[in-house]
């Protein structure tokens, strides 16, 4: 088959492992990230980019595509992506595979290990019968979040270079690493960037656009205890990993991604170690109401404050940090940008499909520190799985939304 230079760059982009890692603590998280950065700088430069600005330091690329003649005055539209991928899979060693015309059924990605894309467990993907589907070997994820989005912006990018006809504003590009660890916008230069206004390019499905995120916050708790040898324990052991249990246990049990959707916040329990002597356990809390979110926060702390109480204080230690609010409350302030996508994709012959993002995108934090920015899809699936896959039609299609994008805004 034929592909389009969308998918061109996607299979190259995946190649490159760019995993990010929260436990380092520098920015970029993990070096690998500049692999990816310093291709796609050079790439926009041969295209014919221009202000080109790469933060060697912190991993950020920026550019411009110039506006076209008579169009230099119109709003400057930005489009922004994450080059990291998610810590949850191994990155490393993409072996991507395009499957042709899709039959519907169970798609075998590792017959060694006997991995299998089965439509019982993922029936979604059923709907894509008769597009073609790019998977993996089973062994890693595919890295459609994010790469996706910057294969299809880096594909309207050049498209648009080619065809100086085509009507459009000034294009600013923004690149960013650790979005997969909420530290996308951490250094990224709103000033520089220079855009009124932009879109993530981070969704799923084909049709997905997303005003509304989780207000969300982290959550550690770190139990004290004491140890002393079981035989002679009795009235003298403090159990920190009990206690963590106990913890859980006190949290509203319905609260929790295993029984929640829509616009229902939750406690997850991301990860738990420790011993006897010393418990940790982080959290990640999410509501998309703000009260509802200030609230479990609260709940939060109680819970910690009952067990201080139970047994002594400094047993339970529990610590919530913000890291980002639902953007929604910016973006009611700029309808357009939404009713702008949704009728373009209905111009594709694409029926808008609005629903609260169940996470969180750069878009979040940028929108608060003055860029508003809603979310784009990109047709890709199962996101920080070995069991993703991303629909070269739908990825094509995105790139031709962003294209009527920037032609929308040409004046």
Same mark, same amino acid.
């Given at each position: 088959?034929?592909?389009?230079?969308?998918?061109?760059?996607?299979?190259?982009?995946?190649?490159?492992?760019?995993?990010?890692?929260?436990?380092?603590?520098?920015?970029?998280?993990?070096?690998?990230?500049?692999?990816? &950065?310093?291709?796609?700088?050079?790439?926009?430069?041969?295209?014919?980019?221009?202000?080109?600005?790469?933060?060697?330091?912190? /991993?950020?690329?920026?550019?411009?595509?110039?506006?076209?003649?008579?169009?230099?005055?119109?709003?400057?539209?930005?489009?922004?992506?994450?080059?990291?991928?998610?810590?949850?899979?191994?990155? &490393?060693?993409?072996?991507?595979?395009?499957?042709?015309?899709? #039959?519907?059924?169970?798609? *075998?990605? +590792?017959?060694?290990?006997?991995?299998?894309?089965?439509?019982? #467990?993922?029936?979604?993907?059923?709907?894509?019968? !008769?597009?073609?589907? =790019?998977?993996?070997?089973?062994?890693?994820?595919?890295?459609?979040?994010?790469?996706?989005?910057?294969?299809?912006?880096?594909?309207? /990018?050049?498209?648009?270079?080619?065809?100086?006809? =085509?009507?459009?504003?000034?294009?600013? =590009?923004?690149?960013?690493?650790?979005?997969?660890?909420?530290?996308?916008?951490?250094? $990224?230069?709103?000033?520089?960037?220079?855009?009124?206004?932009?879109?993530?390019?981070?969704? !799923?499905?084909?049709?997905? *656009?997303?005003?509304?995120? $989780?207000?969300?916050?982290?959550?550690?708790?770190?139990?004290?205890?004491?140890?002393?040898?079981?035989?002679?324990?009795?009235?003298?052991?403090?159990?920190?990993?009990?206690?963590?249990?106990?913890?859980?246990?006190?949290?509203?049990?319905?609260?929790?991604?295993?029984?929640?959707?829509? @616009?229902?916040? $939750?406690?997850?329990?991301?990860?738990?170690?420790? +011993?006897?002597?010393?418990?940790?356990?982080?959290?990640?809390?999410?509501?998309? #109401? @703000?009260?509802?979110?200030?609230?479990?926060?609260?709940?939060?702390?109680? /819970?910690? #404050? $009952?067990?201080?109480?139970?047994?002594?204080?400094?047993?339970?230690?529990?610590?919530?940090?913000?890291?980002?609010?639902?953007?929604?409350?910016?973006?009611?302030?700029?309808?357009?940008?939404?009713?702008?996508?949704?009728?373009?994709?209905?111009?594709?012959?694409?029926?808008?499909?609005? +629903?609260?993002?169940?996470?969180?995108?750069?878009?979040?934090?940028?929108?608060?520190?003055?860029?508003? /920015?809603?979310?784009?899809?990109?047709?890709?699936?199962?996101?920080?799985?070995?069991?993703?896959?991303?629909?070269?039609?739908?990825?094509?299609?995105?790139?031709?939304?962003?294209?009527?994008?920037?032609?929308?805004?040409?004046?």
């Amino acid at each position: 088959m034929t592909v389009s230079r969308t998918i061109e760059y996607f299979l190259q982009y995946v190649m490159i492992d760019t995993q990010s890692d929260e436990t380092t603590g520098v920015t970029p998280s993990t070096p690998k990230q500049h692999e990816l &950065a310093e291709l796609l700088a050079r790439q926009l430069q041969d295209m014919g980019a221009e202000e080109i600005a790469y933060d060697r330091e912190h /991993c950020y690329l920026y550019a411009t595509i110039p506006a076209t003649t008579g169009c230099e005055n119109a709003p400057v539209l930005g489009f922004i992506a994450h080059m990291d991928t998610s810590p949850a899979v191994s990155g &490393a060693g993409v072996k991507p595979r395009i499957i042709e015309n899709y #039959d519907g059924k169970d798609i *075998l990605l +590792n017959e060694a290990e006997n991995i299998v894309l089965s439509v019982s #467990d993922f029936p979604d993907i059923t709907r894509l019968k !008769g597009k073609d589907l =790019i998977v993996t070997d089973g062994t890693t994820l595919l890295g459609a979040d994010d790469k996706a989005g910057i294969a299809e912006i880096m594909g309207a /990018c050049e498209y648009l270079l080619q065809h100086p006809e =085509i009507r459009h504003g000034r294009l600013r =590009i923004g690149f960013t690493p650790d979005e997969e660890i909420g530290e996308g916008a951490d250094h $990224f230069d709103v000033g520089l960037f220079g855009a009124d206004f932009a879109y993530t390019v981070d969704g !799923g499905e084909l049709g997905e *656009l997303e005003d509304e995120t $989780f207000n969300a916050a982290s959550g550690r708790l770190t139990v004290s205890g004491r140890s002393v040898h079981p035989g002679s324990a009795k009235g003298k052991m403090i159990n920190a990993i009990l206690i963590a249990q106990e913890f859980q246990g006190l949290l509203p049990v319905f609260q929790n991604p295993m029984y929640t959707e829509g @616009r229902e916040g $939750f406690f997850h329990l991301d990860r738990i170690e420790g +011993n006897v002597e010393k418990t940790v356990a982080e959290y990640i809390i999410r509501d998309h #109401d @703000r009260n509802a979110f200030e609230q479990k926060k609260a709940v939060f702390a109680r /819970c910690a #404050d $009952f067990l201080n109480a139970k047994y002594g204080q400094g047993t339970a230690c529990a610590e919530v940090k913000d890291s980002y609010y639902n953007m929604r409350e910016v973006l009611k302030e700029h309808e357009h940008l939404m009713e702008n996508a949704a009728s373009l994709l209905r111009t594709l012959g694409v029926e808008p499909i609005v +629903n609260p993002v169940r996470g969180g995108t750069d878009g979040a934090r940028l929108s608060f520190m003055g860029l508003p /920015c809603p979310n784009l899809c990109t047709g890709g699936a199962n996101y920080h799985s070995r069991f993703e896959y991303a629909c070269v039609q739908s990825m094509d299609m995105v790139t031709e939304l962003l294209i009527l994008l920037a032609e929308k805004y040409s004046s």
